[in-house]
């Protein structure tokens, strides 16, 4: 059983930054592709950004040149560095791992939420 757990969210300012942290467990991490994704109040939950087994990245729209994914293989880790912080970065953000036709595992979620 896949296991994942998110932290590192909190209140901050426009303009400031954050670092996400989600810890995987149960699971041969490096076969896994792994993604956030956000959900604001009354909207879906979307893609932030993600990154394939081999390396690849790929960023929403309106994150892209502000937010970096990153991963650890050997310690099971995925992050998420968020710079310049707007109020409409606010949502829970959740961690994904899927491995196709096996699992698509989720967290418990944190909460951002950045100040005007």
């Known amino acids: 059983q896949v296991r994942l757990v998110e932290s590192g969210g909190g209140l901050v300012q426009a303009g400031g930054s954050l670092r996400l942290s989600c810890a995987a467990s149960?699971?041969?991490?490096?076969?896994?592709?792994m993604g956030w994704y956000r959900q604001a109040p009354g909207k879906q939950r979307e893609l932030v950004a993600s990154?394939?087994?081999?390396?690849?990245?790929n960023y929403a729209d309106p994150v892209k040149g502000r937010f970096t994914i990153s991963r650890d293989n050997a310690k099971g880790m995925v992050y998420l560095q968020m710079n310049s912080l707007k109020p409409e970065d606010t949502a829970v953000y959740y961690c994904?791992?899927?491995?196709?036709?096996?699992?698509?595992?989720w967290g418990q979620g944190t909460q951002v939420t950045v100040s005007s």
């Open positions: 994904n791992a899927k491995r196709p036709s096996v699992y698509d595992a």
């Open positions: 149960g699971s041969i991490f490096s076969v896994n592709a």
């Open positions: 990154m394939s087994s081999g390396g690849s990245t």
